[in-house]
């Protein structure tokens, strides 16, 4: 592309079948190069090429999530992929909240062996207002149930095995439990999400998110 100012009719001829303004010029030109070729190292013309200390600092911000560079191997491990090991194999764990009509609210993917606990301690923030709170056994603790008193939530917990002196619970409230089961029932409908096929857990989780809106929000 050339912009030539000194164009009689004060436009631009791009081969013999545009004809650009000033004014749509200048709406393009914002993509424009900042700086002519030649004036820029060559190691940023080319995607792997120049010097290798110019590849390490300038290439590749996060080898783990993409191809490695050059002759330096991704390294792996860095972020978490969301997949750990448990008595049935390798697993992904989903941390779901719903509301009084089994639509989920908020929803975390961590690796399968992390506990309810500090699933728990990680949504207690995005948790929204309610008056009362319905979960398994699993998410029983004393913090956790004095953090949901604390935002005025009612406890509706069944006590763990473990604990010396049971604690009481609401055990016909706790029967509408059945929701956030009917809940997963509904997401695993869907291959991809039932068996997880993705590494990238950002992939995963989108995909729950879009099974989630499709299965409960789009045809409401």
Sequence with gaps: ?????????????????????ERQMARISPCFPLEPTWRVRSDF????????EARA??????????????????????????????????????HVVCNDIGKPLVMLLTDGQMSDHKGARMMLDALPLASALIADPGYDSNW?????????????????????????????????????ENLFAKLKDWRRIATRYNRCPHTFFSAICIAAAAAFYLNQ
Excluded: W
Excluded at 146 to 167: D, M, N, W, Y
């Design 144 to 180: 956790f149930r004095a953090a949901l008193k604390a935002k005025g939530v009612e406890v509706c917990i069944p006590p763990t095995r473990s604990r010396k002196q049971p604690l009481a619970y609401d055990k016909g409230l706790y029967r509408s439990r059945h929701k956030i």
């Design 45 to 52: 013309r080319q995607p792997c090429g120049g010097r290798a």
């Design 57 to 94: 600092h300038h290439d590749r911000f996060h080898p783990s999530e993409g191809a490695p560079n050059g002759r330096e191997p991704a390294k792996k491990g860095v972020l978490s992929r969301c997949i750990g090991r448990t008595k049935g194999g390798l697993n992904s764990k989903l």
């Design 1 to 21: 592309m050339r912009y030539d100012s000194q164009c009689p009719d004060r436009e631009t001829v791009m081969g013999d079948l545009f004809l650009l303004s």
